[in-house]
């Protein structure tokens, strides 16, 4: 069975290397274009373009989905499968092309969690379970029918990095088992229960990472954790931008206004919630480096 792969970030990466291993005849690899970074503006080729690369692995790098070129390319390709992981939503010319249709593996347990960001959503609404779901693609996104899902617990501790590197293992593991299972048509397709209180995963942008102390401490706790470590929490402190990539919980009742903070100068920085308090432990300040509190502090003036 003829397999294209499309996929961007590191997340893709070990789904790829996993089908990879166990045999599958991976003939094309979809990924995004390569774009400028950092202060050169130097080209940055994608995590998957690189492993993809280095397998000698065919590469695609269409900047628009319903170029000609690119289609006349894809059907070239002659796949059965294609198979999608952390990738752009597809035009129907692409996804309904290969004889035994495109499956996508989402970092959540469908049908929650639909949309862009599953991974740190779920966290910042403090769930205590994720996990992996393999799905047929449809039209509407993350809609499609049910192949497969596996779930994974989430501690009280857990950061979106830590919960992305889990389901990432997992989501490869189950990606192998799904494509393993069409190849068989050893399988059952079950449709996305319809619910009223289905939560969503939207993109992430920068005005919805600024902490609003106004909230309960586990809100703002969860809030950290669910945008660590990217795109990262942060306050305004000292005018400037403060970045969050974790701190810890103080339930003793605050007796300074919500927003106001208290340190010793040296150990300790925590800022005053709704009923309690968030002690930072890892932060950025704008224009330096990443630093754990205490160092942060000893290079501050109160």
């Known amino acids: 069975m003829k397999i294209v792969f499309m996929g961007t970030p590191d997340f893709a990466v070990a789904s790829l290397n996993a089908l990879q291993q166990a045999g599958f005849d991976i003939v094309g690899v979809v990924t995004a274009a390569d774009k400028p970074a950092g202060r050169g503006q130097k080209l940055n080729e994608s995590a998957v373009k690189k492993y ?3 397998n000698n692995l065919r590469v695609l790098q269409p900047l628009k989905l319903k170029d000609p070129l690119f289609i006349e390319e894809l059907i070239s390709l002659n796949a059965d499968l ?6 752009r939503m597809l035009p129907e010319i692409v996804w309904n092309m290969p004889p035994k249709g495109t499956i996508n593996l989402h970092g959540s ?4 969690y639909r949309g862009a960001a599953p991974i740190n ?3 910042i609404n403090g769930e205590k379970e994720s996990g992996v779901t393999t799905f047929f693609l449809k039209q509407e996104i993350d809609t499609g029918d049910i192949i497969f899902s596996d779930a994974v617990d989430i ?6 990095g830590s919960l992305h590197d889990k389901l990432m293992v997992v989501g490869a593991n189950l990606l192998v088992k799904t494509v393993k299972a069409i190849e068989a048509d050893d399988y059952n397709e079950v449709p996305q229960p319809q619910s009223d209180e289905l939560k ?3 993109k992430i942008f920068k005005d919805f990472c600024k902490v609003d102390w106004n909230q309960p401490s586990q809100t703002v706790y969860n809030h ?5 470590p990217y795109p990262t929490a942060f306050t305004t402190f000292n005018d400037k931008t403060l970045k969050i990539f974790s701190a810890v919980l103080e339930d003793k009742e605050p007796a300074i206004s919500t927003g106001a903070f208290l340190t010793d100068g040296k150990t300790y920085l925590k800022f005053a919630t709704k009923d309690g308090f968030i002690s930072l432990t890892d932060v950025q300040y704008e ?15 109160l």
């Open 155 to 160: 501690t009280d501790d857990e950061t979106a």
């Open 52 to 54: 993809a690369l280095e």
């Open 82 to 87: 294609f198979v999608v992981v952390a990738f």
């Open 287 to 301: 224009g330096k480096k990443r630093m754990l509190i205490d160092e942060f502090l000893r290079g501050m003036r």
């Open 121 to 123: 959503h779920v966290i």
């Open 109 to 112: 347990l469908l049908p929650q």
């Open 224 to 228: 950290i954790r669910g945008l660590s």
């Open 200 to 202: 969503s995963a939207p």
